[in-house]
């Protein structure tokens, strides 16, 4: 299933856009509820998901609290936020471009007569933080307590994130009915394609810079770690999955390495939460939905806090295509004033391009381990 997903992501919303008009609209509007139900039972469970990654993760780190996990948590946190910064400059260029403003053909768009609404029990950010503190303080005094609850809770994550899986294509099916319905669908080939382009440039222009300050300035030392790590880069295309392309991003960064130990460890560490891919399309796509929606740009204030709880909430992205957007709806709605539908268009916006964004989270995780460990590999040196 989680390989055929993009096939069948892109067929849905083929056949939607061809087919729509065939739909009888009584149809429709059951279609569109039902993916308006499936988004509120994902916002419902976010922060038990967010809360058991976190609580989890708190408990691997207490556990295993040597300089070098620290050094590499920070860093991770400083590469993400330094990335996320950086597409604060793309996204307001873009902002600038001819987009086309979006409005329904029928003025009130379509509508769903009801569909299922659950109760917010708690934010994503009070999870976010009761997950890490919750973790380090039971790791610290109840060890073998806090491993029993962090294996528990991933493997209620883990039934969740795969009940997820099935439910995506109904959930991206209903809301690109929305968007044929309310005529968004031509504005995205208008005015999206050139975009895709710019973030995909943004992407690999930035990871290649990366590897070649880490390659120290060396044309020939730049191919020979990018060839290394490109069958990983291929395998998270073709899977939308970091995790799924592990095995061969860990054997590619050993390749690159100094430290063959170091490279083992960085990976594991940062295959879900360092994504260099979702730090550029995500904040980009945003500028781009909230210039075609007539939003407001956001000021630098209003950006640099949307980055820190972006970047927080990286720990705990859903492993599964299009989770990295899933965990970020409600920090858009939060802090840059998304609505529903601004919501549902950056969705299938990200979901579309997922493959290439996996892509460059992996070649961006092999270059993060290039750099930690000539960071490291140079301080041992001179210690020594």
């Known amino acids: 299933m989680l390989r055929k997903m993009p096939f069948i992501l892109v067929l849905i919303i083929l056949s939607v856009i061809f087919l729509n008009q065939f739909i009888p609209f009584n149809y429709q509007q059951l279609l569109y509820a039902i993916s308006l139900s499936i988004k509120s039972l994902i916002i419902f469970l976010l922060p038990f998901i967010i809360f058991g990654l976190l609580f989890k993760a708190a408990v691997n780190l207490s556990n295993n609290a040597t300089r070098i996990i620290t ?3 920070i860093t991770v946190c400083c590469s993400n936020f330094f990335s996320t910064f950086i597409s604060h400059y793309i996204g307001s260029w873009i902002y600038d471009f001819n987009l086309s403003i979006i409005t329904p053909n029928n003025i009130a768009g379509l509508t769903a007569n009801s569909f299922l609404s659950l109760p917010q ?3 994503n950010s009070t999870a976010m933080f009761a997950g890490v503190i919750l973790g380090i303080l039971t790791a610290r005094y109840k060890p073998a307590a806090a491993l029993v609850i962090a294996t528990k809770l991933e493997y209620i994550v883990a039934i969740i994130l795969k009940l997820f899986i099935y439910l995506i294509p109904i959930f991206v099916a209903g809301f ?3 968007l044929q319905y309310d005529g968004v669908i031509n504005t995205i080939i208008k005015d999206y394609t050139l975009i895709f382009i ?3 440039l943004a992407q690999f222009s930035y990871i290649t810079i990366t590897y ?3 390659s120290s300035l060396k044309f020939n030392e730049l191919i020979r770690s990018i060839k290394n790590i490109l ?8 899977t939308m999955s970091s995790a799924a392309s592990m095995p061969l991003t860990i054997i590619g960064a050993e390749n690159n390495a100094i430290d063959k130990d170091l490279a083992r460890s960085v990976i ?3 295959v879900n939460i360092h994504l260099v891919g979702d730090c550029f399309a995500i904040p980009i796509f945003a500028y781009a939905v909230l210039k075609n929606y007539g939003f407001a740009e956001p000021d630098l204030i ?3 806090t949307f980055s820190c709880y972006f970047v927080l909430a990286k720990f705990s992205v859903a492993a599964i295509p299009g989770g990295g957007i899933i965990v970020m709806l409600p920090i858009l709605e939060s802090y840059l004033g998304f609505n529903t539908d601004m919501m549902s268009l950056i969705t299938a916006l990200y979901i579309l391009f997922d493959p290439v964004i996996t892509c460059a989270n992996v070649l961006g995780n092999g270059a993060f381990a290039k750099g930690m460990d000539l960071a490291l590999s140079s301080r041992r040196s001179i210690t020594a």
């Open 176 to 178: 690109i009915v929305k």
């Open 71 to 73: 050094i590499i948590l």
């Open 212 to 214: 070649y300050i880490f």
């Open 268 to 270: 594991p560490a940062t």
């Open 302 to 304: 209003a950006y640099l």
């Open 231 to 238: 069958p990983a880069a291929i395998t998270g295309f073709s």
């Open 121 to 123: 029990i708690m934010t």
């Open 198 to 200: 710019i973030v995909a």
